[in-house]
Structures are given as structure tokens and as C-alpha cells.
């Protein structure tokens, strides 16, 4: 390590920053995406759903051939692309049978479209706190929100780490409720030798732009049910214009969608999946370089990883103890970012205190789904009723995205160094 760097005055104070270059952008499409999709696009068939009991409810060439390689890959018995995750989780939601008025318990800490998706089937979101260490849904609080109301447990594997499943798998054993995983940014990290987001009813994955390998838009949700299989291919597919002919007799939910996802999507999405596991390597290396180059800075926890799981790193999570460093959260992310760290963000969502959620106005302007009788209680979204993700998000969480750049390992030696000289002159930050 580069002692001299780490004593030069601090770039926020004036002095000379740590990094001076432009780190590369993270791309994982090339020549093979390109081809695949030129190849669709020459075909003239860009889409070939017909949203009715035929054998093109099942889509397309293309469509059909990644799901069977994303079931082998994930190891799993069905999996059914969608337009986006976002669809992938109304279609998840409505598929398990929530019913209106079902209470769906939640992570905070997560992008706002878990909760939502709950919202969709006029459902009541109820939001458990999480673990400080992996932040996904903590189960101690999951059983504590539990009412005769809850159907269901939505959690969410977040910045790239599995939940808890042993333990979530045995609450909603005992409670007789159903669990979707909402792995969009963990595809590829492993619990207990399976895939994160194959442990539960259903789970899946995102495929936009952002997340480790990419479709533009896009989503895969996987199960190993059969019911739940052709419900999720229903919702997906205009269900109700199909039931009669497929001889579904339970029309719950049955209200469809057109939630397709097209050809050259997937056919770009078929040469992203073979690459996933060499893309998920390079980030678990730039972060264990991360790690190992950080570990000794004091009040400074990095991202664990629990016994029998892997990580995918989709985001470098560290928390501050603000109490030990004595400078607050805003002040050293600044320090950070002048010596030319980029991708650091304070904090993270609690999707709780959206105001959606602080008003309660959702569909139409009275409050529904509530103030309507559907809605079996009164429902708290004040702040206070999940400390460990407002504390992080208030004041000691810190990310460093790592779905931006593609980091050398010259690069994480300039972070490395960046961090350094930051904790070293930290009293100057006073
Ligand atoms: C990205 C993301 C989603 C939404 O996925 P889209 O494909 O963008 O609709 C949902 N949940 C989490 C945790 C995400 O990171």
C-alpha cells in the first residue's frame, strides 16, 4: 500500500485527489448478443405469443429456448420470462392466490416494486425490518408482524446476498404461507449449494439494464410448482381469454396481462445467461480484493457473507459506525467522492415511507385499498416500526455500486487507497 498517497492532504481539503481516471463502464453485451439479436431481426419474427389457447401462448423459438436454459441453469422445474421483474413480481403475487385484502409481509429495503406488486392485487404490504449484516427480511421480525391476515412472506435478496430461507421456510411452514423471492439483483449467488430465488414458491430474477447480465428490459420468474407455473404463464398471457379453453377452473386472479417478453430479447438473453457465471466471478474478485484491502479500517463493517452462501455483489454494502469514526455519514462519502470514488450512495430505500405508503392514497384518492373493508386492520407505515433499516438509511449505511463500472484490479487498488487515506486523516474531517 502507498503510504506516501495516504499522507498527502485530502482531496475535499484541497489536496491532490487519489484517482484521476474514468473507470470503464460496465458492459456485458458483445459481438454474440449482437449477432443473436441480428439474427431475430432478420427472421421478421420479432414476437410470436398469441394470447390464446394455442401453441403459441407459449411464445416464440426464442422465448422458449431460454427459459429451458435458464430451468437448467437455475435448477429448477419451470421458468417464464416476462417484460420486466416488475411484472414477474404482479405475476408472482397474483399466482400464489393472495386474495384482496391479504397482508403480504415485505423488506423496506428494497426498489419500491416488491411492495407494489402486493398493492396490485389490492393487498395490504406490511413491512419487517432486516438484518443488520445481510439486509434482507430479519425472520424475528417477520414472525412478529405475522396476523391471522398474513398470506404470504415477499423477501427480497438484496445487493446480491440470499435471505435467511431455512428460517423463512420454516415460518411460513408453521403459518401455512406462501414465500416469493425477489432475486433481481442475486441471480447466481448460491444458498446452500442452490441458487438464490429457487428456494421458495417462486422467485426470479431482473434482466434490465442495470443488473449483472441484461435483456434491456426484462425478467425471469422461476418455480418448481406446476399450478403456480401455469398461473404465472396465465397472468403473464392474458389469462382470462385462455382459461375457458385451457380448462382452468380456478378463475382467482386469472386477470391477465400482456406481460411477453419478445425474441430478440431473448435471444440476446440466452447469450447473457452463459455468461453469467464468469460475470458474477469478476465482481465476487473485485469485491474479496475490496474486502481484503479494507478489512483493518476501524468502524467500518464490509459485506459478510454467511456460512454455506455466496455472494453476487451487486452492491458493496458497508455500514459506519458513526459513533467510533466521529464523522458523520455525508462528511466522508464526500471525502471519498473528492478523491474520485465513484458509485457511493448514503443509504438505501424504506420503501415504508414513500408517501404513497405516509398518506395511504394508492388507487384513487380515498385511500383504498385501506380505508375500503377489504382491508381487515389498521396498518402502520410511521416511522419507527423497522429501526435497523431506518437507522442504515438514516445515517451509517454506504454503498458502492458495482453494477456501473468494470473495475481492473489497478482500479480497486485506487478505491483501496482512496479509503485509506480518507480513514488515516479522518480527524481532519472533524
Ligand atoms: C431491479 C429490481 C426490481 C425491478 O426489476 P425491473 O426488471 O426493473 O422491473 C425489483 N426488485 C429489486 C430488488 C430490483 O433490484
Not at 498517497?5 to 474514468?22: F, Q, R, S, T
Not at 437455475?74 to 384482496?100: C, D, M, Q, R, Y
Not at 375457458?244 to 440476446?268: K, P, Q
Not at 455500514?319 to 465513484?342: F, K, P, W, Y
Request: aromatic share 8%.
Amino acid at each position: 500500500m502507498n503510504v506516501i498517497v495516504e499522507l498527502e492532504k485530502l482531496a475535499l481539503l484541497g489536496g491532490p485527489k487519489v484517482i484521476n481516471k474514468i473507470f470503464d463502464r460496465y458492459n456485458p453485451i458483445g459481438q454474440e448478443e449482437v449477432l443473436a439479436a441480428k439474427n431475430v431481426v432478420e427472421s421478421g419474427v420479432l414476437s410470436k405469443f398469441l394470447g390464446c389457447w394455442d401453441p403459441d401462448f407459449f411464445g416464440g423459438a426464442k422465448v422458449q429456448e431460454f427459459e429451458r436454459q435458464c430451468e437448467t441453469y437455475f435448477g429448477v422445474k419451470h421458468a417464464i420470462t416476462v417484460n420486466s421483474w416488475t411484472s414477474g413480481l404482479i405475476a408472482a403475487v397474483g399466482a400464489v392466490g393472495i386474495e384482496p385484502g391479504d397482508e403480504v409481509i415485505v423488506s423496506p429495503w428494497t426498489m419500491c416494486a416488491s411492495a407494489t406488486a402486493i398493492l396490485h392485487w389490492n393487498a395490504i404490504p406490511v413491512f419487517a425490518d432486516i438484518e443488520s449484516k445481510t439486509f434482507c427480511l430479519d425472520p424475528k421480525s417477520v414472525e412478529a408482524n405475522i396476523t391471522p391476515y398474513t398470506k404470504a412472506i415477499m423477501t427480497v435478496d438484496i445487493f446480491g446476498h440470499s435471505s435467511n430461507m431455512d428460517e423463512l421456510n420454516t415460518i411460513a411452514k408453521k403459518y401455512n404461507l406462501k414465500i416469493i423471492t425477489d432475486t433481481a439483483q442475486a441471480p447466481g449467488a448460491l444458498y446452500k449449494g442452490r441458487y438464490a430465488g429457487t428456494l421458495s414458491d417462486v422467485g426470479g430474477y431482473s434482466l434490465n439494464y442495470h443488473k449483472h447480465i441484461h435483456t434491456g428490459e426484462g425478467g425471469i420468474l422461476v418455480t418448481n410448482d406446476d399450478e403456480i407455473a401455469d398461473r404465472l404463464r396465465l397472468i403473464r398471457n392474458h389469462a382470462e381469454a385462455v382459461v375457458a379453453d385451457m380448462g382452468v377452473t380456478n378463475l382467482s386472479n386469472m386477470v391477465g396481462y400482456n406481460f411477453r417478453l419478445g425474441e430478440i430479447e431473448c435471444a440476446i438473453g440466452i447469450e447473457q445467461l452463459k455468461k453469467l457465471d464468469k460475470l458474477v466471478a469478476s465482481r465476487r474478485k473485485t469485491a474479496e480484493s475490496l474486502t481484503a484491502g479494507l478489512k483493518d479500517l476501524r468502524g467500518l463493517q464490509l459485506p459478510e457473507v454467511m456460512p454455506d452462501c455466496t455472494h453476487s455483489y451487486y452492491v458493496y454494502s458497508m455500514v459506519l459506525d458513526i459513533n467510533t469514526l466521529g464523522v458523520s455519514r455525508q462528511r466522508i462519502c464526500e471525502a471519498l467522492e473528492a478523491e474520485g470514488v465513484v458509485g457511493l450512495a448514503g443509504g438505501y430505500t424504506n420503501v415504508h415511507l414513500l408517501p404513497m405508503y405516509q398518506k395511504k392514497i394508492a388507487y384513487g384518492s380515498n385511500g383504498f385499498p385501506w380505508t375500503s373493508d377489504i382491508c381487515h386492520r389498521e396498518v402502520s407505515y410511521e416511522k419507527g416500526i423497522c429501526p435497523v433499516a431506518e437507522e442504515l438509511h438514516d445515517s451509517t449505511y454506504l454503498a458502492m455500486a458495482m453494477c456501473m463500472h468494470q473495475l481492473s484490479s489497478d482500479d480497486v487498488n485506487l478505491i483501496i487507497q482512496a479509503f485509506r487515506k480518507v480513514w488515516a486523516q479522518m480527524e481532519s474531517l472533524k
